[in-house]
């Protein structure tokens, strides 16, 4: 892919975006100093936009048992099972930045299971990799693993939930050829 292109597909110039989308993008452009290509791509699409941010806001940043840095770290090693080059490092990015432990992001992206996590986190990683890879392969005994491992009910969808997110928008950032913003790499470094 050419390094200019953030996707294959046509991206919006900003004075075609209704005034929503702009409100979408000006924290990012005030926090991080650029918009996050995931933004601008999914822009060709603006109410498509919209109604997924809504969810990952939700999903990521609700009311959960799990913490915004647990979640990133389902975003991390669903997208490394997908093998997402701009999932891996937008979240990577992310949990770098919420854990300020750039070891832990790479720890957790080159194998969860050696990672500095609790044990329950990885029963919680390892729920999320197999839901992602061997989905017909799921069984009640998964669910059983996490309660075992303190996970609560709520927990246990929350986890199917964002491992659920991520898979959808790996297929979407793989399938349309979403590039990372450059920007990534040094964030939380």
Same mark, same amino acid.
């Given at each position: 892919?050419?390094?200019?292109?953030?996707?294959?597909?046509?991206?919006?110039?900003?004075?075609?975006?209704?005034?929503?989308?702009?409100?979408?993008?000006?924290?990012?452009?005030?926090?991080?100093?650029?918009?996050?290509?995931?933004?601008?791509? *999914?822009?060709?699409?603006?109410?498509?936009?919209?109604?997924?941010?809504?969810?990952?806001?939700?999903?990521?940043?609700?009311? $959960?048992?799990?913490?915004?840095?647990?979640?990133?770290?389902?975003?991390?090693?669903?997208?490394?099972?997908?093998?997402? =080059?701009?999932?891996?490092?937008?979240? $990577?990015?992310?949990?770098?930045?919420?854990?300020? #432990?750039? =070891?832990?992001?790479?720890?957790?992206?080159?194998?969860?299971?050696?990672?500095?996590?609790?044990?329950?986190?990885?029963?919680?990683?390892? *729920?999320?990799?197999?839901?992602?890879?061997?989905?017909?392969?799921?069984?009640? #005994?998964?669910?059983?693993?996490?309660?075992?491992?303190?996970?609560?009910?709520? #927990?246990?969808?929350?986890?199917?939930?964002?491992?659920?997110?991520?898979?959808? $928008?790996?297929?979407?950032? $793989?399938?349309?050829?979403?590039?990372?913003?450059?920007?990534?790499?040094?964030?939380?470094?």
């Amino acid at each position: 892919m050419d390094e200019q292109r953030p996707t294959w597909l046509r991206v919006p110039a900003p004075e075609e975006l209704p005034e929503a989308v702009h409100e979408l993008w000006a924290p990012s452009l005030e926090k991080l100093g650029f918009v996050p290509n995931v933004l601008r791509n *999914y822009a060709l699409r603006p109410s498509h936009l919209l109604a997924w941010n809504a969810w990952y806001e939700e999903a990521m940043k609700g009311d $959960s048992g799990l913490t915004k840095a647990e979640r990133e770290m389902i975003a991390v090693v669903v997208s490394v099972a997908n093998e997402c =080059a701009y999932c891996i490092a937008a979240h $990577s990015a992310a949990l770098r930045k919420l854990t300020k #432990d750039a =070891a832990l992001s790479d720890e957790v992206a080159a194998d969860h299971r050696r990672a500095a996590v609790p044990e329950r986190m990885v029963a919680a990683l390892d *729920y999320a990799v197999k839901l992602t890879l061997r989905p017909t392969e799921m069984t009640e #005994d998964d669910v059983e693993a996490l309660r075992r491992a303190g996970w609560t009910d709520e #927990d246990v969808m929350d986890i199917a939930e964002v491992t659920g997110l991520f898979n959808m $928008s790996n297929r979407m950032a $793989s399938g349309l050829g979403w590039a990372p913003n450059p920007e990534y790499e040094a964030l939380g470094r």
